[in-house]
């Protein structure tokens, strides 16, 4: 495991702003205690590839934009940036701006988490080309504009959460497409139209979560 705060340059080319001061207070992190880490990689590869990026924890206090140079990291199997709401002034831990479209290089990732912040913009339509990704958390942010279509090509998505956010397109057909998902959680956006019933293709999903939106029709009868 390699402490990004160790190298604080690529820190800030990557993250977008400079450490805090506890952050450098705190950037020795052991495996044990990745509960209250602020920011490790995972490097394994001969070269020293990157295979998984994490700033989460209950004691992590990021603020700053999500670099395009994220996008760089061609081996990485899981991103998960999360901001934590249970600190003092909550306005100055978040993570603000778009996604970076550059993260849809991404080939390898399997997991992508970006929950809990306060991200904007519109959801980049191509996260649309992570065919290996398995689980995809942008709930709790304030993303506007359609949900894509390209989402229905992530052939392997497992989990799609994008609840409580400002989406107000329709749910695309394409989402029905999805035949490994287990979990769909659109509820709390502004979504509108018919649901579409391609979703009767959603038979093995557990859990289905479309509340508090504006759409209207019948439900598909494979979701009776």
Request: negative net charge.
């Amino acid at each position: 495991m390699k402490d990004l705060g160790k190298d604080n340059d690529w820190f800030e080319k990557a993250w977008g702003n400079r450490l805090t001061k506890e952050q450098e207070r705190n950037k020795d992190t052991s495996d044990a205690d990745k509960k209250k880490c602020h920011f490790f990689v995972t490097e394994d590869g001969p070269e020293g590839e990157v295979y998984e990026v994490n700033f989460v924890g209950e004691e992590a206090k990021l603020d700053g934009t999500i670099s395009p140079l994220f996008g760089a990291l061609e081996q990485l199997e899981t991103l998960e940036i999360r901001c934590n709401d249970d600190v003092e002034e909550p306005e100055k831990q978040k993570i603000t701006g778009p996604i970076p479209i550059s993260l849809g290089r991404l080939e390898n990732l399997k997991t992508l988490d970006l929950q809990g912040c306060m991200l904007n913009d519109s959801i980049p339509h191509q996260l649309g080309r992570l065919k290996m990704l398995t689980r995809l958390f942008l709930n709790d942010n304030e993303l506007t504009g359609a949900l894509p279509y390209d989402l229905g090509a992530c052939a392997n998505l497992e989990h799609l959460s994008l609840n409580n956010n400002n989406l107000d397109s329709c749910i695309p057909p394409t989402i029905g497409y999805l035949s490994k998902l287990k979990k769909l959680y659109l509820g709390y956006n502004k979504l509108k139209g018919d649901l579409p019933q391609t979703l009767d293709g959603l038979k093995g999903a557990e859990e289905l979560s479309f509340e508090y939106n504006h759409l209207t029709g019948r439900i598909p009868d494979g979701l009776k």
